[in-house]
């Protein structure tokens, strides 16, 4: 039985599709705040507002690594740069978890192993 055949296989798809998909919401909202803040954005606007308390909870574990880097009103803020690498490698993580779990035939598996044994 390979792979393509297994019942998980399909699990297995739908859950590294919505692992990437709330990653890449996630990332996108932190790319929001980071540029925002760096371009000095009135936290009072509507939009400004909403990207900073959406991602409040999620920048809040990294607050106290760095100190803010503010030159006239804009905020180079290094703890959203930190947040949206741990948050990508823990996304990643999350993937490969997945592949881990993946039904896979004996001879996949020594294939996989002899390609592994070349390198």
Do not use: C
Request: charged share 15%.
């Amino acid at each position: 039985m390979n792979s393509y055949n297994s019942p998980t296989t399909k699990s297995l798809f739908k859950g590294t599709q919505i692992v990437w998909y709330f990653l890449s919401i996630l990332e996108v909202l932190l790319a929001f705040r980071f540029v925002l803040k760096l371009m000095g954005a009135n936290a009072a606007a509507g939009f400004t507002n909403f990207i900073y308390v959406a991602t409040w909870p999620f920048t809040t574990p990294f607050l106290a690594v760095f100190q803010r880097t503010t030159i006239e009103g804009s905020v180079f803020e290094w703890t959203t740069l930190l947040a949206m690498l741990v948050y990508w490698m823990i996304g990643l993580a999350l993937i490969n978890l997945f592949s881990i779990s993946k039904t896979v035939s004996t001879p996949e598996a020594a294939a996989k192993l002899d390609q592994d044994d070349s390198r």
